[in-house]
């Protein structure tokens, strides 16, 4: 099981940006998706997080300037970023709480995987 994000880059203040996050491998079913940042010098924060059945919770900092959405067909989370400011700039983190199948086709409990960041620059 791994996650591929993409979608981060160079924008100016107010600016937009989407990321997107996909899921892939042996899936019985995904929990929790969401996405993390990490500016430089600081630990890994939350942005936003969204269940199946579509419950969402975002930081203060991303309250009405940020959207999450998932596609569950696709395995996938999105974030759309609207009125960037600098103090939005870090590596960004997908993250999803996913039940695997084993190679005997036995299920696991749910466990935390990680994409392998993506970098948005907000600066002009």
């Known amino acids: 099981v791994q996650l591929q994000a993409s979608g981060g880059g160079l924008v100016q203040p107010g600016g937009s940006l989407i990321l997107s996050c996909e899921a892939s491998?042996?899936?019985?079913?995904?929990?929790?998706m969401g996405w993390f940042r990490q500016a430089p010098g600081a630990e890994r924060e939350l942005v936003a997080t969204v269940t199946p059945g579509g419950t969402i919770t975002y930081a203060d900092s991303a309250k009405g300037r940020f959207t999450i959405s998932r596609d569950n067909d696709k395995n996938a989370v999105y974030l759309r970023m609207n009125s960037l400011k600098a103090e939005d700039t870090g590596v960004y983190f997908c993250?999803?709480?996913?039940?695997?199948?084993?190679?005997?086709?036995?299920?696991?409990?749910?466990?935390?995987?990680w994409g392998q960041g993506t970098q948005v620059t907000v600066s002009s």
């Open positions: 993250n999803a709480a996913i039940r695997r199948y084993y190679d005997d086709d036995s299920v696991g409990p749910p466990r935390d995987y």
């Open positions: 491998g042996r899936i019985f079913e995904i929990h929790s």
